[in-house]
Nanobody
Framework: QVRLVESGGGSVQSGESLRLSCAAS????????ISWFRQAPEKEREGVAE???????DYAESVKGRFTISQDNANGTVYLQMDNLKPEDTAMYYC?????????????????????WGQGTLVTVSS
């Protein structure tokens, strides 16, 4: 079992930055890929960024050029650097593990195919 814990959320002004962290524990010897999702009130959960097992990354169009996903190879923590934040980025942000490393976060509904989730961290961006 893989347990994920997000941190780093908060309230910022438009144009500011935040860095979210996703720390894994439990069966960390198991191979998996980490993605970030977000869910705004009354909206479907949507994929934001993914880090594939070959190191490639992919992003939702709405965050491309502003968000960066990365991993600290020393401890396995996955980060989501969010720059130039906008009010429409306001949401609960979740990291999730994909044991097969096949999920494409840009695909609508892809959240249904992730295998483990963190509890989420709230990001609020005011104008």
């Amino acid at each position: 079992q893989v347990r994920l814990v997000e941190s780093g959320g908060g309230s910022v002004q438009s144009g500011e930055s935040l860095r979210l962290s996703c720390a894994a524990s439990g069966d960390t010897d198991r191979h998996y890929c980490i993605s970030w999702f977000r869910q705004a009130p009354e909206k479907e959960r949507e994929g934001v960024a993914e880090l594939d097992d070959d190191g490639t990354t992919d992003y939702a169009e709405s965050v491309k050029g502003r968000f960066t996903i990365s991993q600290d190879n020393a401890n396995g923590t996955v980060y989501l650097q969010m720059d130039n934040l906008k009010p429409e980025d306001t949401a609960m942000y979740y990291c999730a593990a994909d044991f097969a490393c096949v999920v494409v976060v840009r695909t609508p509904g892809s959240y249904k195919y992730l295998d483990a989730w963190g509890q989420g961290t709230l990001v609020t961006v005011s104008s």
